[in-house]
Structures are given as structure tokens and as C-alpha cells.
Nanobody, 123 residues
């Protein structure tokens, strides 16, 4: 069982920045894909970004150029840097891990989920 602990959410004005962190309890070598999903009120969970063990990254179109995902395999940690935040980025953000396989934008493909952290962007 992998425990994921997120931090870094909060309230920010539009155009501002936040950085989310997620620490995993397992060795990074067993965490092939680490990433982030988000869920806004009344909406389904949405893929945001993911990074493979190798460092290759994938983003959903709406955050490309604004968000940056990175990981440190030695620290078993993944970060999501968020710049130029918009009110539509407001959501609960979840850290996710897929132990094997490739990056997927489907929530059901991920094996472990964190408790989530709230990001609120005011206009």
C-alpha cells in the first residue's frame, strides 16, 4: 500500500502561483507514473498532468504552458508548479500513482490516490 500526502494548496488571486507537493511512502522505483488529477464541484475528476519514472511529462491541454510537473525519485516526491492561475483552475487536486503501465488520462487506471488539497483561484 502506498500512502500519498499532498500539501501546498490554498487561496490565490487570478494570475498568481501555487506549488503542490506530494510525498509517497514507497520507493520511487515502484511508482512508475506519478501525477495529478483535479475535481471541481459538480464535475468529474479531470487529468491534469503526469510524469513517468524517466522524467517524461504529459499535460492536459488547458494547463500546458502554465503548469509544470516534476519529480525527485530520491525523495519519492512529485510537485505541480502552477502559474498564471485562472478561476477555472479552482478544484480539489489529487496526487496519484500508477505502479505500472504508461501514462493514462483515465482516473481508474491509477492505483493510489492522496486525500487531496484544495486550490481556490479568485477573480
Amino acid at each position: 500500500q502506498v500512502q500519498l500526502v499532498e500539501s501546498g494548496g490554498g487561496l490565490v488571486q487570478a494570475g498568481g502561483s501555487l506549488r503542490l507537493s506530494c510525498a509517497a511512502s514507497a520507493r520511487a522505483s515502484s511508482l512508475n507514473v506519478m501525477g495529478w488529477f483535479r475535481q471541481a464541484p459538480g464535475k468529474e475528476r479531470e487529468f491534469v498532468a503526469a510524469v513517468k519514472w524517466t522524467g517524461s511529462t504529459t499535460y492536459t491541454d488547458s494547463v500546458k504552458g502554465r503548469f509544470t510537473i516534476s519529480r525527485d525519485n530520491a525523495q519519492n516526491t512529485v510537485w505541480l508548479g502552477m502559474n498564471s492561475l485562472k478561476p477555472e483552475d479552482t478544484a480539489f487536486y489529487y496526487c496519484v500513482v500508477r505502479a505500472g503501465g504508461v501514462v493514462s488520462t483515465t482516473a481508474d487506471d491509477y492505483d493510489y490516490w492522496g486525500q487531496g488539497t484544495q486550490v481556490t483561484v479568485s477573480s
